[in-house]
């Protein structure tokens, strides 16, 4: 069989003759430009001659099985009603059932994917997105829940939400994972029960795009929902470290003069600490199920870096101190020249759509730092386990079991001590991905006290 004859690129044949159908008898016109776009999910950019008028399409399609996380059917709804409430969102023009695919208005604009110059324009329309997220909270849920979404009937229910779905897309490997029992047990024991406020949520902001002056759409609503408005600024946090923002602050800042709302400080810690860590937790069984990964080195640092951050936003919140990164001694490992030689190599393959470096060469870099890092990490990390944590049997081969189990026991008087251990065990795994481009890689927390003074506690070791 030869590769244009493949189960996939049939079933990919299949599915543009499926959307080609659905184009000709829901928009009519003539089909001029038909591409399928190098994406992590299937998209389709379209062109339709229809009499005078040409129709420039955007065709979404929904995740491969296994890197899924909400209905792609949901999105299109709440798309549509964003539309009918005047919220810019790109114009809406169905909903294809197979495959499953939003048809929207191709947005020719700039889409936000971070600004790492501080660009004072784009920091301007990063606060002017944070004016229509205020008023996004402020629609009336109804039209939403008869779409579909659910509120939550208890604070407890509005708090668990997201976690809940977070842990139902977690698969517990055969390995325990110590990191996200301690901070998923925090997240159960510091729940915002005070709070039963249900308003529509983004969930994932702020993605949008521009025309260099101003905000023109909303986009990738996948996450949306509806619950506590805290949410979505803790989401602002969240992207600022992969996709960076000049002063998260001042866009928070923008929010409560927009809403009238101010800011609960421990709920932004809580929400803030519950969205960084559900990235691994979503992200980590893809790494079994999908093969090959479309981008497995991309989702490996989301993992480790918001893990890391979901630590440093604890410690913001408590007011702990934390330690400085520690470099990894590096050894040379047998035939360094053949994982120099690997990573060059793969340097020279074609790098197509938003892939920050070539797959290929990411894995390559990845696993020769990893061998170049020999057992250094390792003897750290046990170190650290008898120092800190005090666990003086501490053993290589089942050290993730016993802190496992020590995170399992401890009480709260402790969690300063795990914060510390677990922080710095990230920072030295992320060395590993130096050779990476993402910004997620080595930016930390977003400081808030510049605009808010006195809204968390100073840091104190001990």
């Known amino acids: 069989m030869t590769p244009e004859e493949s189960p996939q690129s049939t079933a990919a044949a299949q599915d543009d003759a499926k959307i080609r159908a659905w184009l000709a008898e829901n928009i009519g016109g003539t089909i001029t430009a038909f591409e399928r776009l190098p994406r992590w999910r299937p998209s389709w950019q379209v062109t339709v001659e229809r009499g005078s008028e040409t129709l420039e399409l955007h065709v979404r399609g929904d995740r491969a099985s296994g890197l899924g996380i909400c209905p792609l059917r949901r999105e299109y709804e709440v798309l549509s ?12 023009h169905g909903w294809i059932a197979d495959p499953e695919a939003i048809v929207m208005a191709h947005m020719a604009d700039t889409p936000f994917l ?10 301007r329309m990063v606060e002017e997105y944070a004016g229509y997220l205020a008023a996004v909270h402020a629609l009336d849920t ?14 407890e229910a509005v708090a668990l939400d997201y976690l809940l779905l977070s842990e139902s897309h977690y698969e517990a490997e055969d390995q325990p994972d110590a990191l996200l029992r301690f901070v998923t047990g925090w997240l159960r024991r510091n729940l915002p029960l005070h709070r039963n406020h249900n308003v529509v949520l983004i969930g994932d902001a702020p993605q949008f795009f521009h025309n260099g002056t101003r905000v023109t759409a909303f986009y990738d609503l996948e996450l949306a929902k509806l619950g506590d408005p805290i949410a979505d600024l803790a989401s602002i946090r969240v992207r600022d470290i ?19 709302n101010q800011i609960d400080w421990p709920v932004l810690t809580y929400y803030t600490v519950l969205l960084f860590i559900a990235v691994p937790m979503m992200t980590k069984a893809t790494f079994r199920k999908v093969t090959p990964h479309p981008a497995y080195v991309e989702y490996l640092s989301w993992g480790m870096g918001a893990s890391r951050a979901a630590l440093e936003a604890l410690a913001e919140g408590k007011g702990y101190a934390l ?10 490992p047998r035939d360094a020249y053949a994982w120099r030689d690997l990573a060059v190599q793969c340097g020279t393959l074609p790098t197509e759509g938003f892939f920050r470096q070539h797959p290929a060469q990411s894995l390559a870099f990845y696993l020769q730092r990893l061998a170049e890092s020999g057992d250094a990490i390792e003897r750290a990390e046990l170190d650290d386990a008898r120092d800190l944590l005090g666990i003086a049997d501490a053993q290589a081969a089942t050290l993730e079991a016993q802190l496992d189990a020590f ?20 920072m030295r795994r992320l060395q590993l991905l130096r050779d990476y481009p993402g910004p997620i890689v080595t930016r930390g927390l977003a400081p808030l006290d510049h605009v808010f ?6 840091p104190t070791a001990g």
């Open 407 to 426: 995170v399992e026991n401890a009480s709260p008087d402790h969690d300063r001590a795990l914060v510390r251990y677990f922080h710095r065990r990230q």
């Open 453 to 458: 003074p006195g809204a968390y506690p100073r």
């Open 81 to 92: 009603l964003f539309e009918r409430s005047g919220i810019p969102v790109p114009h809406i």
């Open 142 to 155: 109804a039209p939403f829940i008869a779409a579909g979404l659910t509120e939550g009937a208890t604070p």
């Open 242 to 260: 992969n996709e960076p923002i000049r002063d998260v602050a001042a866009v928070l800042a923008r929010y409560v003069q927009d809403s009238g």
């Open 114 to 123: 971070g600004d790492l110059d501080g660009d004072p324009a784009v920091q």
């Open 323 to 332: 330690d400085p990164a520690e470099p990894v001694p590096s050894v040379a």
